[in-house]
C-alpha cells in the first residue's frame, strides 16, 4: 500500500511559476508515477509522468516547455514544477502512482492523492 499527498496548491497570478510536490508513503513496485488534473465540470486529464527511476518523463501537449516533472528517489517524492501558469491551467492536480501502463491513462493508476487546488488569475 501506498499512502499519497500533495502540497503545494494555491492562488497565482497569470505568468507566474508554481511548484507542487507529492509525498509517497509506504512501498509496492511502481513503474509510473504522475500528475493529473481536474477541472470543474471537465475530465480529469493527464499532465505529466514519470518513471520509477526518474529517467525518464513524459508530458502532455498543454505541459511541454512550461511544466518540469522530476522525483527524488530517496526523499520518495515527486515535484511539478510549473512556469508561465495561465487560467487554463486552474484545476485540482492530483498526484498518483501505479504498477503498470500507459502513463497517461488515469485509470492504470493503483494510488492517488486527495488533490490541491491551483488557481490562476489572470
Known amino acids: 500500500q501506498v499512502h499519497v499527498e500533495e502540497f503545494g496548491g494555491r492562488s497565482v497570478q497569470a505568468g507566474t511559476s508554481l511548484k507542487l510536490s507529492c509525498q509517497f508513503t509506504?512501498?509496492?513496485?511502481?513503474?509510473?508515477s504522475a500528475w493529473f488534473r481536474q477541472a470543474p465540470g471537465e475530465a480529469r486529464e493527464f499532465v505529466a509522468a514519470i518513471s520509477w527511476d526518474g529517467v525518464n518523463t513524459f508530458y502532455a501537449d498543454s505541459a511541454k516547455g512550461r511544466f518540469l516533472i522530476s522525483r527524488d528517489t530517496v526523499k520518495d517524492t515527486i515535484t511539478l514544477q510549473m512556469y508561465m501558469l495561465r487560467p487554463a491551467d486552474t484545476a485540482v492536480y492530483y498526484c498518483?502512482?501505479?504498477?503498470?501502463?500507459?502513463?497517461?491513462?488515469?485509470?492504470?493508476?493503483?494510488?492517488w492523492g486527495q488533490g490541491t487546488q491551483v488557481h490562476v488569475s489572470s
Open positions: 498518483a502512482t501505479g504498477r503498470s501502463g500507459p502513463y497517461d491513462s488515469p485509470s492504470v493508476y493503483d494510488y
Open positions: 509506504g512501498r509496492d513496485f511502481i513503474l509510473y
